[in-house]
């Protein structure tokens, strides 16, 4: 081939492959706090990655970081049609609290759930303020992620039973601005052999559908259960999510590694899940979904989600969501440019598209641990941490996406 068609071939690959990519039309990023100094460092680390709601005239984040010397949970909200976000609120109770998981309730209300000193805490918060914490009676628990069925908020979380941690679920009653405890029971019936982990949890309208890290077989692999909304305590028996794979060879130990689970609802009683996979150990992590088949078997096969691009480069940190619409995209952050920027594949057709770089997330320093929200119109709120230097201070991020298609 001669090099001016060489250069022109790669010319239209390129804009083939821009044409594709442009799903959504991203603004310039916000700071969702002012609170940027040296030594102070923000998590968004929920258990399912959920940090970010919006609703139809506010978009919500909660997060985690040390300003005042302590890890707190703080919130912030921003009007839709706002250039910047209010001030935020403090929302823990003032001991070392991790983890937030938020969830959007109607009249922009907000529930958010955390583990503070060593105990699950929740609170609804208001345009007047937050209301009063509930504390559940458990010690040792842990990683918490919340949604609502019906008339209920179902917290799942993973709490220390003997001797390994255990996934449990939790419903609560919403009663005015507070919070009332209600049945609990662990999701496996059989006790534990082993850490159960960072659990999450979808509602299907007639069913719940909830996953976790578990160490059963002596490694760590993803599982999966459910329970139908007119008994949530009478969950099916665990199934494995994350495939088995032959054994390589006893140097690779008894498994590969899998890690963070995320699940997300769309369409007409669908759920996708993701994960980091490790069992391409050559690269890292990659990432990894199923989907939702509510049969005898609950997952399907496992596909990659990355594209052949994102094969020699170490994927972390997926986020998913989805909407009634039937549209799914997953956030991640990628290191195939040397730097770590945040990524997005969208579900279409029965495979995942070509990855899209969210530009407002990328170049200079790092782009980490997205979340992520798709609303009924397909735009896309997302949230991230930017560390301009290794071991310097981060940035809190937030970018709005229209959907162009």
């Known amino acids: ?26 603004s310039s990023p916000l700071d969702v706090t ?11 680390e929920s258990s399912g990655r959920r940090n970010i709601v919006a609703t139809e005239s506010l978009v919500a984040v909660a997060w985690e970081d040390n300003r005042n010397g302590s890890p707190q949970i703080y919130l912030a909200r921003k009007a839709l049609s706002a250039k910047d976000f ?31 000193d060593g105990r699950i805490r929740a609170r609804i918060v208001t345009a007047n303020g937050p209301g009063p914490i ?31 941690r255990r996934v449990w679920l939790q419903a609560l009653q919403i ?20 850490d159960q982990l960072y659990p999450t949890i979808v509602s299907q309208g007639d069913r719940i559908v909830t996953a976790w890290e578990d160490r059963r077989p002596g490694y760590t692999i993803i599982m999966a259960a459910q329970s139908h909304n007119k008994s949530p305590c009478k969950f099916s028996s665990p199934q494995r999510i994350s495939a088995a794979l032959p054994m390589r060879t006893s140097a690779f130990g008894k498994g590969h590694g899998v890690a963070r689970v995320a699940l997300a609802a769309y369409g007409a009683g669908q759920t996708m899940a993701v994960w980091a996979d490790k069992r391409d150990f050559r690269e890292g992590y990659d990432i990894y979904a199923a989907r939702y088949q ?26 998913i969501a989805g909407n009634s619409m039937g549209q799914i995209v997953v956030a991640w952050d990628d290191n195939r440019d040397g730097d770590a920027n945040i990524m997005l594949s969208r579900f279409q057709d029965n495979k995942w598209s070509d990855d899209i770089e969210v530009a407002p997330a990328s170049g200079q320093g790092e782009q980490t641990h997205p979340s992520i929200y798709l609303d009924e119109d397909n735009n896309l709120h997302l949230v991230w941490i ?17 959907a162009t298609k």
């Open 1 to 26: 081939m001669k090099p001016c068609m060489a250069v022109a071939s790669i010319l239209l690959l390129t804009a083939t492959f821009l044409s594709h990519a442009q799903t959504w039309k991203f």
């Open 34 to 44: 002012a609170t940027n100094a040296s030594g102070v460092f923000h998590h968004l």
């Open 86 to 116: 209010t001030a935020e609120i403090k929302v823990s109770g003032g001991g070392e609290a991790y983890e937030p998981s938020l969830l959007a309730l109607d009249n922009d209300r907000f529930v958010v759930a955390w583990e503070e």
């Open 134 to 164: 509930l504390t559940l009676g458990l010690q040792d628990a842990s990683q918490v992620s919340l949604i609502r069925q019906q008339q209920l908020l179902l917290l799942v979380y993973s709490q220390v039973s003997k001797k390994h």
């Open 175 to 194: 009663q005015g601005q507070s919070l009332r405890s209600s049945q609990s029971c662990p999701v496996d019936v059989e006790p534990a052999k082993d």
């Open 294 to 319: 509510p049969g005898k078997k609950l997952f399907g096969v496992n596909s990659k989600v990355q594209d052949s691009f994102g094969d020699v480069a170490q994927q972390w940190h997926p986020a």
């Open 386 to 402: 930017e560390r301009i230097k290794i071991g310097g201070p981060t940035r809190l991020r937030y970018a709005f996406a229209r």
